[in-house]
């Protein structure tokens, strides 16, 4: 999470909160199976970025958009 790489064993409770200063994801080390439990408030909409695939994903109530940067449109494209 955000550089470092943390442990977690079976049985941990961990936080982590939201926005790009807590950048994260789980990487099994072990030969066992990993299984987590995943809470999250579900508030909307939420933007999530993704820097290694250069993704951004926007969730709302309806379809998710995900796109990457480089197929992004000009903020005037098509506008009078």
């Not at 200063?21 to 909307?44: F, G, V, W």
């Not at 290694?52 to 926007?58: A, E, I, Q, R």
């Amino acid at each position: 999470m955000a550089g470092e790489m943390l442990a977690v064993r079976a049985g941990d409770v961990i936080f982590i909160p939201c926005g790009p200063d807590y950048p994260h994801h789980l990487l099994n080390t072990s030969q066992a199976e990993l299984k987590y439990l995943s809470i999250s408030t579900q508030e909307r909409p939420e933007v999530c970025e993704y820097p290694d695939s250069g993704k951004t994903s926007v969730f709302t109530k309806g379809p998710a958009l995900i796109q990457r940067r480089t197929n992004s449109l000009d903020y005037w494209d098509g506008e009078p």
